[in-house]
């Protein structure tokens, strides 16, 4: 009898544990549906910029900053009426020459003789909140300028919807803690998740198969 009811309870245990396993492996790929629908709806109609400087010296940050402003001018006088995160792309990309030069005329002017390299493409980025918006962690296209060789810390914004600049100057980032709204902060914070370990897997892989 004593050996029955131990038999039961097992059994018992046994399917309250893989109900649990079943709720929360439900529960885990809803939030990563949910997550990558929310990435994927701000992604379509962004159009992001990633400045990279020559090297994390004061100087080259410095510089970093001036090129972003002047690179941000020009993008912001020639998509000024651009209604679209595709249009405001092709426009970047037909007037690319423009906008180099503008960054290599800055950096010549600061007293520097570093390349530029500007390219565009669909690049990763992790969530950025902002004073008129914010955006979680995904993949967006993106304008990137390259100055030197790269190899300092970079600084990232919204070319479209103009979330970073206002009149083509700057705007700084928020604290995240002290001016976002808390469920915006939360639920970004789990599409972030989600994207970091998506952006791992996927870079893992690459290198597998390289």
């Not at 962690?137 to 300092?152: L, T």
């Not at 980032?173 to 789990?190: M, S």
Request: glycine letters at 6%; aromatic letters at 10%; charged letters at 25%.
């Amino acid at each position: 009898m004593i050996g029955r009811q131990q038999k039961e309870k097992k059994k018992t245990w046994k399917i309250s544990l893989f109900l649990f396993i079943i709720i929360l492996m439900t529960t885990i790929i809803g939030v990563c549906v949910v997550a990558q629908y929310q990435s994927e709806q701000y992604a379509d109609n962004v159009l992001r910029l990633h400045v990279i400087a020559n090297s994390n010296t004061s100087e080259d940050q410095a510089l970093k900053l001036k090129v972003r402003d002047s690179v941000g001018s020009v993008v912001s006088m020639l998509t000024k009426n651009t209604r679209t995160a595709a249009e405001t792309e092709q426009i970047v990309q037909e007037n690319i020459d423009i906008i180099k030069t503008a960054a290599e005329e800055k950096i010549r002017e600061e007293g520097y003789h570093y390349p530029v390299e500007i390219i565009t493409g669909n690049f990763y980025f992790p969530t950025k909140y902002y004073a008129k918006g914010a955006l979680p962690a995904g993949e967006y296209e993106a304008v990137r300028v390259i100055i030197g060789e790269g190899a300092g810390e970079n600084w990232w914004c919204v070319l479209f919807p103009p979330l970073c600049f206002s009149n083509g100057t700057a705007d700084p980032e928020i604290d995240t803690e002290q001016n976002a709204d808390t469920g915006v902060t939360l639920r970004f914070k789990i599409v972030e998740v989600f994207q970091e370990a998506k952006h791992s897997l996927s870079r893992a892989l690459q290198k597998f198969f390289k």
